[in-house]
């Protein structure tokens, strides 16, 4: 197998078992991430089981390359991945941002906190940004439906569009959601991503992706929130 096929290229966005069956067979594979990498959890999106994947040569799978999103995760798996070359995908910085703002859903019920939405969308309309939210892809619940409705805002609600799509072509100036990769994509990209939640369990984890440093707090930050809304009046 080996000597016909040793200058094929795998990629694979999470074919473990294909994966190691390719690595074991000495042909070239490549992990495509699909969001941040570092911790793993249930398929129903609990919190309170995510832990903190283990990441060493002899624990991780001998992948030729891993693309990441962050100079973080490259820093850090780096740092224990010594055979594998990791790739930060590469992101060019917006320029012409309008005064938008878009809201990213999460996907449990307990992240649908109707007060403080109300309070964002209160201090974005004021400051005559437009509000755009995007329904999480598995969402089975009303609220974002109801809420977005009810305080007429525009929802995208197409599962097959991602985050780094929508903030590509509504080139907002901000956006805002719980702990996710849409906000390091906008950070990557020049947009200011602000983190709803000031308590959040993956902000444990002190290899994965730093939320607390690489993103504006909704509680905590926002009087330099309204100074931003204020000097783009």
């Not at 903190?52 to 891993?66: A, F, L, M």
């Not at 999460?106 to 201090?123: G, P, Y």
């Not at 907002?172 to 950070?187: A, D, I, R, V």
Request: glycine share 4%.
């Amino acid at each position: 197998m080996t000597g016909k096929l040793s200058n094929i290229n795998i990629y694979t966005g999470g074919a473990e078992l294909a994966s190691l069956t390719a690595i074991k067979n000495s042909l070239a594979t490549h992990y495509i991430s699909h969001g941040l990498l570092g911790l793993t959890g249930p398929p129903d999106g609990s919190l309170v089981e995510f832990v903190e994947i283990e990441v060493s040569d002899e624990s991780y799978p001998g992948y030729s390359s891993i693309y990441v999103y962050s100079d973080h995760e490259k820093r850090y798996f780096s740092s224990r991945l010594h055979n594998t070359k990791i790739i930060t995908y590469p992101f060019e910085t917006l320029i012409d941002l309008q005064p938008i703002v878009i809201l990213f859903f999460e996907v449990v019920d307990e992240f649908f906190d109707v007060d403080r939405f109300e309070q964002i969308v209160k201090l974005f309309k004021k400051n005559n940004f437009k509000i755009i939210a995007k329904e999480h892809p598995t969402n089975e619940s009303k609220f974002p439906v109801e809420f977005c409705r009810d305080n007429e805002i525009e929802l995208i609600q197409e599962p097959g569009i991602t985050a780094y799509e929508i903030i590509r072509k509504e080139q907002p100036m901000f956006t805002l959601g719980w702990p996710s990769t849409s906000l390091c994509e906008s950070l990557n990209l020049g947009v200011i991503p602000i983190c709803i939640p000031d308590h959040h369990p993956f902000f444990r984890f002190q290899n994965f992706y730093p939320f607390q440093s690489k993103t504006l707090s909704w509680s905590k930050d926002l009087l330099e929130i309204e100074r931003l809304l204020f000097s783009q009046q």
